[in-house]
């Protein structure tokens, strides 16, 4: 079996650029079983109200197939619902904290709005886990993103608010007691891998990867088609691509998060020029032949594509 923790499913008002559905018919192509499905929906999911509704959109044979993380906002009373959620439905895997501004309006950009999510999680003993998107708001630097010149996005987005994030994020936990998994998505670099590997010793933390932060680096977003590689984070640049690789091949990357994000190709290639790649589309040939390719055992990839995922959430899973 293979799982997913991390993929788009849109649907509702942006049905047209993927659904719940759709997204199942992609899954089984790649030989992937299990999703996750992300909460920056259009409205975003953030309440028991908004659970119901998403899972009325899941086929019923898929019912032991799908997850939902639940977003987190900055007000306590919302977090506690939503904590309340992933105890109450099985298919609520966790809450998803957007530490910067990525896709949709579900953010919480402030560092003390962010101790407000860990400490009211850590007020109601939550032991479940947050997914972060680690992201510094004011380090980055979107007067320097030229549509013209699609690879600026790469110095909009700098590795450092990553960095600088992922460290918050794990300071945070220790300073509010909270004593729940954190997770950290999606992440770019050996340095973000070397924080994640730093803090395992004293708190739950786990980190993914996408297929496509391994595959490639920011010299795709040269091409004619340039703009299609425009994804947050961004991809990084070829040094920090092979220090990146290392890490997986080292066993310190903990799964495989595929981070689908479908948008309209016209959406990406004119304005509003959207972020994200439709990455579950690569992962059979990424998991089959990529990774071996690079020297990954067939027990890593085993590990990076179900073992790992499923001791972490085996109490949702089972
Ligand atoms: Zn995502």
């Known amino acids: 079996m293979k799982i997913d923790p991390h993929v788009h ?5 942006q049905s047209y650029k993927e659904t719940i559905v759709h997204a199942f018919s992609v899954a ?57 959620c992933v105890e109450k439905y099985r298919n609520v895997i966790g809450l998803k904290l957007y530490a910067g501004t990525s896709v949709g309006d579900l953010s919480v950009v402030e ?4 101790r407000k999510v860990y400490q009211a ?20 630097k979107p007067e320097l993103w030229d549509p013209k010149n699609p690879i600026s996005h790469c110095q909009a987005r700098p590795l450092e608010a990553e960095v600088i994030s992922t460290k918050e994020q794990i300071e945070l936990v220790r300073e509010t007691g909270y004593s729940g998994r954190i997770h950290i ?18 708190i739950p933390i786990t980190c993914g990867v996408t297929p496509h932060h391994i595959i490639w680096d920011e010299s795709m977003m040269e091409r004619p088609d340039g703009l299609l590689y425009k994804m947050n984070p961004p991809l990084r640049d070829q040094k920090t691509v092979s220090a990146l690789r290392k890490c997986l091949l080292d066993g310190k990357i903990d799964w495989i998060e595929t981070d689908y994000a479908p948008h309209q190709v016209g959406e990406k290639m004119f304005p509003p020029y959207m972020s994200g ?16 390719s690079l020297g990954a055992s067939e027990e890593l990839i085993e590990k990076m594509t179900y073992g790992n995922i499923w001791k972490a959430f085996e109490n949702k899973l089972q």
């Open 28 to 84: 089984d192509a790649q030989g992937v079983q299990k999703i996750f499905d992300m909460p920056n929906t259009d409205p975003p999911i953030t309440t028991e109200e908004h659970i119901i509704e998403r899972l009325k959109l899941v086929p019923e044979d898929r019912m032991d197939d799908y997850y939902i993380w639940i977003g987190a906002s900055s007000d306590a009373n919302q977090i506690k619902e939503a904590a309340v």
């Open 111 to 114: 560092l003390e709005d962010q």
């Open 9 to 13: 499913c849109r649907d509702g008002k």
């Open 121 to 140: 999680l850590a007020d109601v003993g939550y032991k479940g886990t947050v997914a972060v998107h680690c992201d510094k708001e004011s380090l980055m």
């Open 277 to 292: 790649y439709p990455s579950l589309c690569l992962y059979k040939d990424f998991v089959e032949n990529f990774l071996p």
């Open 185 to 202: 998505c999606h992440i770019t670099s050996d340095e973000t891998v070397m924080l994640v590997d730093g803090a395992r010793r004293n």
